[in-house]
């Protein structure tokens, strides 16, 4: 309940209010005092002549004139006035309109924009603005009809350029650098599959078509001149080899070149050094795909060095009967798989990829001796016609001929 003190306090509140009101209004009157005299004259001039047109008309008609007179006049008001004020409602609009404008300019201007950079190249600043406009349509202001039609030309703009980067994920011969920051675009872009995972794919594509096409490019007399999968430099100081060697050594240095790159991916996809969500159920597959890498390199330096021994493989037969002989050539193409076993060692990978390339490296020392020895065999056994039976003093043992000479000669070469 309140206290007789505080109904005290709300009444001399009150009553200050209300002194406070009182005499706003008397200043107001006396700052104004002409004004208001001359209104009150006003009044009473318009009251005396109506009171004496009403005794002298016997009537209250003038009224009625008066109401059709300001009728009239509000008409002709409005007239003057209307133009002028339609002008000025466009002129609002007009203003508003522009307001707008330069308060989303980067909304209107974006699908422009995004054109020139995806033409020039400039992908990161296509997606950079991609990105801004994303979180600015989330905003409830742009839920409006013309900034829908906006967002769909960007969506446009958008799938174009997400047509662009999977084209140039996967094209060839592939770039792992320009590969990786394609993948990071496309997971922006929210692509809609794994672009590593295609990535991957590519690059094992590359490898093992690029080795087969090698092989077929060599394999054949007919085969063109011009080799577009060898090292420039490698060319002209390698054009006197037999054709054997040039594929080894051509076969090497696209094993040697891209094998590396296909390999580091793989593991930053698994290690997820990778912006996409990595698959580990895939590594077996992988594992596979680097087996089977591997294996066709050495099944393609098989059929080129030992054609005799190709097991009626007819997708890898080496055909250049017309080739020159590769005995004295073996050292040169053991060297070659060689480098290729280092680098592969480089790489730490599992060991069953390591034991194809070492097989072949045996296989390759085993045939080299057998050539050796068959070829030593024959020079033996046509050692009796170099024969002239001419004897030389040889200290305590008498006298020999040149054929014991001969034949040591032989095995010490």
Known sequence: MTSFEDLKCGLKFLDRKVKSQTEGKLT??????????????ALLLVKEKFDR??????????????????????????????????????????????NGFHRFRFIFSLPGGMEKSIQRGEYDSAINDY?????????????????RKFRHEIEIRVQNLRDILQKKLVEKPPNSVEQRRYIGHLVILECGF????????????FLCNSMRNCFAQFASVEKS??????????????????????????????????????????????NGKLPVKCEFGKQNEVKEMMTSIVQLFATLVSSCLFPN?????????????????????LPQCL??????????????????????????LFSIRSYSLDVMLHQMSLEINELYK??????????????????????????QF
């Open 194 to 205: 794994d672009p590593a995972w295609a990535c991957i794919s590519c690059h094992y594509e």
């Open 28 to 41: 107001f009157l006396k700052e104004n005092v002409s004004s208001v005299m001359e209104q009150l004259d």
């Open 335 to 360: 060297s070659y798989v060689r480098d290729v076993f280092t680098e592969l060692l480089s790489l730490d990978p599992p060991i069953i990829m390591i034991d194809i390339i070492r097989d072949l």
């Open 53 to 98: 047109y009403v005794v002298e008309k016997r009537g209250s008609g003038y009224l009625i004139k008066i109401d059709e007179s300001i009728g009239v006049c509000e008409k002709e008001a409005g007239k003057l006035f209307q133009e002028v004020l339609a002008r000025k409602d466009r002129a609002d609009v007009t203003r508003n309109a522009l």
């Open 225 to 270: 001149k011009e080799n577009i999968l060898r090292t420039p430099s490698k060319i002209d100081a390698q054009a006197s080899y037999p054709n054997q060697v040039q594929f080894i050594d051509a076969l090497s240095d696209v094993f040697t070149t891209y094998l590396p790159d296909f390999w580091h991916l793989c593991l930053d996809y698994f």
């Open 386 to 411: 170099q024969e002239t039976w001419a004897s030389e003093p040889n200290g305590n043992y008498g006298f020999i001929t040149q054929l014991v000479r001969t034949y040591t000669y032989l095995l």
């Open 309 to 329: 021994l190709n097991d009626g493989n007819i997708e890898y037969s080496w055909n250049d009967d017309k080739s020159d002989s590769i005995i004295e050539w």
């Open 131 to 147: 990105i801004r406009a994303k979180s600015l349509f989330q905003t409830p202001e742009m839920d409006k009809p013309i900034f």
